[in-house]
């Protein structure tokens, strides 16, 4: 499915993509905090004059601590909405929620201009580093954005470490979702979270009995990303 490059306002979209022939995206946890700082940064209209040095002053422990001042920043203006992410090796899967026509667009050239040029900087590569433009399927209605908020959070299950540990995978929102929110304003779970009775641990319960991950080959080929 080719990338949808007009998507609806108030509406929700699963966004996906991998690298070129399949290969890594990211070969260090460094990347991983690059790509989800940029994830994070870009939902606004804001400019950031230097990518590097701003993310610098909020890697702590090789993790992320965004100061309140610039989470507020951001979400002044915010064009769209980041719901839910998870980085795997070779791609990755966001849902998004677009507040303002073309939000989606301008969000994911962003994003994605910015890493690659950062990973072909470091790695002294060039041209395309992702297979093709991001896929975006529009999310039609509430089983649907549960269940794919269910998938993407059980995706790391394909590793044997990380089975039945998901919830301790630091590359996914799912911890965010039961846990506190590492993100605050800058990781929109409410649509999601105030469908269950006991938020939290609802929804904890719920991804957990899901089937998403082991039963994938009954998902639209569209959802997926091998």
Known sequence: ????????????????????????IFESNKDRLRFL??????????????????????????????????????????KIELMSFCLMPNHFHLIVYEKTEGGIAKYMQRVLTAYTKYFNTKYKKSGH?????????HIRNNNQLLYLSTYIHRNPREFSEWKNKEHLFPWSSYQDYINKNRWRGLLSRDLILDQFLDQKKGYNEFVKTSGAKELEENLDEEFLVK
């Open 1 to 24: 499915m080719s990338k949808i490059k007009n998507q609806a306002p108030f509406e929700c979209y699963h966004i996906f993509n991998r690298g070129m022939q399949k290969q890594p």
């Open 37 to 78: 700082f940029l994830l994070l940064a870009f939902q606004g209209s804001n400019i950031i004059p230097n990518v590097s040095r701003t993310l610098k002053q909020f890697v702590q422990s090789s993790t992320l601590n965004i100061s309140r001042d610039f989470v507020n920043e951001i979400s002044k203006d915010k």
């Open 129 to 137: 580093l992702f297979q093709s433009s991001y896929k975006s399927v």
